[in-house]
Structures are given as structure tokens and as C-alpha cells.
């Protein structure tokens, strides 16, 4: 089993909300860290830019991420979304067994 650590960028809060919660809700990751307030800079059309965002970093398995990302664009804002994947190189293993429970569907315990 592998697993992924996502990058995802949002307009604002509100849209970093509704992304994580579609994502939670078809499993599609076991956690999403909202991060508000990333000072981005980049460029876009030619031009240097920068923008107030927020941060999502959503903890999930390789094999979802194409759905991962298709949900994402569905309700992202910008024209081409930041979706970036970093791969678990180890972790806890009761914490990696939660996100593959999770993920799976299986998981009906109180994570507290």
C-alpha cells in the first residue's frame, strides 16, 4: 500500500472547506489540514504574481488520487488548481492502517 501526502491551493476558506469536505465525504482522504494565509507567488500568463491562499494537505492513498483530483477541479475556482502529491516515505503504522481504513470505507471507530 502507498501512500500520499496533497498539496492542494484555494481561492479562500470557503472553497478550502467545500473541497475537503467532498473529499472526506467520498473517502477520498482520511484527513485535509486547512492552512489559511499562504503567501503565494508565482507566475501565471507571462506575468510574476501573488495571491492569498489557502493550503490543503489531504493524507490519502496513491490509487485515489486521479478521483482525488478530478473532484478537486470539479469545484475549484482557478483554471489549472495546484494538485500535488508527495509520497509517504514511512509513518506510524497504526496511522497509515486509520488512512487505508478510511479510504476504504471501513473505518467505525472514534479517531479521538
Known sequence: ???????ITTANKKEAEKISSVLL???????VNIIGGVDSRF?????????????????TRKTLFKKLT????????YDV???????????HRPYLDWIK?????????DSK
Do not use: N
Open 70 to 77: 478530478r473532484v478537486v477541479k470539479q469545484g475549484h475556482s
Open 25 to 31: 465525504d467520498r473517502r477520498l482522504a482520511a484527513c
Open 81 to 91: 488548481p495546484e494538485v500535488i502529491a508527495m509520497p509517504v516515505l514511512a509513518g
Open 43 to 59: 507566475w501565471w500568463k507571462g506575468k510574476k504574481e501573488k495571491a492569498m491562499e489557502c493550503l490543503l494537505i489531504a493524507k
Open 1 to 7: 500500500m502507498q501512500y500520499i501526502v496533497v498539496f
Open 101 to 109: 481504513k478510511v479510504t476504504a470505507g471501513k473505518w467505525q471507530g
